[in-house]
Structures are given as C-alpha cells and as structure tokens.
C-alpha cells in the first residue's frame, strides 16, 4: 500500500511539473479532442483547462488551419513517429499575443511545436502530445538580423549620393548583361552620360551645390528610364544605364527624352539657381564587342564624341566612326 501511495505521489509530482513547465501542453486523442491543456496554455489562450477539455482543438480555434492540421497528426498517428512545426513554415499554431518585453514588437508569438505519439499498453499510438515553444524572440531576432542583412546588401550597392548602382555593382549587371547577349544574342545599348562643365558649377557655386545638380541628375534618370533598365553612377559627375533589349533607335529616343529633361530643368540649392546640361553616347552590342569593358569603351567614344561637337546632345557610337 505504501508503494502504491508513493506512485501516486510521484505521478501527481509530475502532473504538476507538467502543468507549471514554461512550454505549452496539449494532448488530443484521434477526434482531436482535448485531454490536457496545461497552465501555459490556460494563461496565453485565457481558457480555463475544464473550459477545453472534450473540446475539439479545430473547433475551439479557428487560426488552426483544419486540413493541415489533420494531416498532420494523422501522420504522427499512423507513422508513430514526432512531426515537427517551426516558426520558419508557419508562424504560430495558436494565435497567443506577446508579451515578451525583449520583443515587445511582435504582433504574436511565435512558436515551434513538436508532435510526440503516446502509446497505450498494447503499442497502439491513441493520443498526441503537442509541445508549444515559445520561440518570439529567437524569430525576432533572427528577422532582425536578416533585415539588417538585406539593408546592408542594398547599401553595398548603393552609391551614397544618388542612391543608384555604384560603380562596383553597376559593373557586375554590365558584365551579366554582356554573358547573356554572348548566350541569346538578345539586342542591348549602352548610354554614357556626364554633366557639361561640372567643374565650372563647383568653381562658381560650390561642393554642396555641386552635389546637389548629381542628386537632380539621378532623379531625372530614375523618372526617365525604364523598371528593366539598369543605372549607376560610373564617377564622379558620370552616369551609365544598361538597356537591356533596346535598339540603337530606341536608346536614341530614350537618351533624347533625358538629355531635354535636364536641358527644361532649374536646380535651387543653397539659395541659387542654376541651370545645366548633359552629354550622352550610345553602343549598341553587337559582334565587334569584344568584352564588356570594350563595350564601355564604345559608349565612351560616342559620349567624347558630344563632348567635342558642342556638348549637350547625343551621339551614337559607330565602328567605323
């Protein structure tokens, strides 16, 4: 008797163990019934263990998706072997709020859970017991660090200035942009563009100002090409757009439409205004491009072109030129 009384002791130590353990504890039997339904669970849910009890899980919350569900603990009760479920895949399980001061931010808990087969004397798995971690601020954390990551690849790539490709990364797209042509032979133009007598706007009105006419330049390229078109600063006061399956023409067009933009346009900085303009050449790729270096090369040939034939136009690079 006095063995009997020791077990019991010791199976009520456990129970309460059990309900008091910062996880949740959930066991279901095959109607997904509720069994158990331990003190983290009754304080993030707000439902009382009696309240729940002969509950069907699915019915009592409705975030859990019913299909996915029951596919889920099906496996576990004809494999009899744990499932898993991580934040990664789905955020929650059930939708608790959080209350972490650490993460404060997040709109939920997020949470893993792992489905565990109970077996009955004969080996028969009859119920799931479902572990729910509270994982809020590893997955905070982790998004945070992958946030971070992606503003710092963006800043990798970013000129500071004017917010287009730097040098490095704009370089990088022109030699994909080089492979694939060598791949498909699929039309692309290359537009070189620089400020007309930059060094005049710093002598007369200054650095910041100076900065302030790439800063507009930027602008009006963005508002002027295209989404598939490609632009970088390529130093100093000079610009470079990739036109990725555009014909000489059409880069022509394009190149016109840009060079007017800044002709028609006034910079205020500084209590100034001023008015500037650009040149601009084109390379077409085609045979005689060797690399794509060579291609910038053609394309700087056309924009020196402009700049000996009065400045603020166009010119198209020409092999024979």
């Given amino acids: 008797m006095a063995?009997?009384?020791?077990?019991?002791?010791?199976?009520?130590?456990?129970?309460?163990?059990?309900?008091?353990?910062?996880?949740?504890?959930?066991?279901?039997?095959?109607?997904?019934?509720?069994?158990?339904?331990?003190?983290f669970m009754e304080n993030h849910s707000g439902s009382a263990s009696a309240e729940v009890k002969h509950q069907v899980i699915t019915d009592l919350f409705t975030d859990v998706p019913n299909d996915w569900f029951r596919k889920k603990v099906d496996s576990v009760f004809l494999l009899q072997n744990k499932a898993f479920m991580i934040w990664e895949q789905r955020p929650y399980l059930f939708r608790f709020d959080n209350y972490r001061p650490v993460t404060g931010g997040a709109e939920f808990m997020y949470q893993n859970v792992t489905f565990i087969p109970l077996f009955a004397a004969d080996g028969e798995v009859t119920h799931i017991c479902m572990i729910v971690y509270d994982v809020t601020d590893t997955a905070v954390h982790k998004q945070g660090l992958q946030k971070a990551n992606q503003e710092l690849a963006v800043l990798s790539q970013t000129d500071g200035l004017t917010k287009l490709y730097n040098r490095a990364h704009w370089e990088d797209c022109l030699e994909r942009e080089y492979k694939r042509w060598q791949r498909v032979k699929q039309r692309a133009c290359l537009l070189m563009l620089d400020i007309d007598h930059f060094k005049s706007i710093n002598d007369n009105y200054g650095h910041p100002v100076g900065d302030d006419v790439i800063r507009h330049l930027a602008q009006l390229i963005q508002h002027n090409a295209r989404e598939i078109d490609v632009s970088g600063r390529y130093g100093g006061e000079e610009f470079a757009i990739i036109l990725g399956d555009t014909s000489l023409q059409d880069a022509a067009l394009l190149a016109e439409r840009l060079r007017k933009a800044v002709e028609g346009s006034v910079v205020s900085s500084d209590g100034q205004s001023l008015k500037y303009t650009i040149s601009l050449g084109i390379a077409a790729l085609d045979v005689g491009v060797q690399s794509s270096q060579e291609w910038i090369a053609c394309a700087d040939k056309a924009l020196y072109s402009s700049k000996e034939n009065g400045r603020n136009r166009v010119s198209l690079y020409s092999p024979q030129s």
């Fill in 3 to 39: 063995l009997e009384q020791h077990q019991i002791d010791k199976l009520y130590s456990l129970m309460e163990i059990l309900r008091n353990i910062d996880v949740g504890l959930v066991v279901i039997d095959k109607e997904l019934k509720i069994q158990f339904w331990n003190d």
